[in-house]
């Protein structure tokens, strides 16, 4: 007999869309549609693309098609000890 398991994994989100323009890379992750703007304050403000390893900073959300943005070109900033 053959088990399996499935494990949760902490702290990595599924990217909806991924797109470059002008230089600048962009993605998007999808939000709760019930609490977009909750949902978008709990993500967090950088993420590391493991696709190719870039750090995106968050730059908004449409609660329309609820996703959040992020983009290379935001000014991201390490917090210091």
Known sequence: MCQTSAKRV???FVVEQYGACDGDEWL???IDPD???????????????????????????NSD????????????ARKGN
């Open 65 to 76: 098609t609820n996703v959040a943005y992020y983009s290379t070109g935001a000014k991201i």
């Open 10 to 12: 902490e702290n990595e």
């Open 28 to 30: 998007t992750l999808a």
């Open 35 to 61: 609490d977009p703007y909750s949902a978008f304050k709990a993500l967090p403000d950088v993420i590391e693309f493991e696709f190719n390893g870039r750090k995106y900073g968050k730059t908004g959300f």
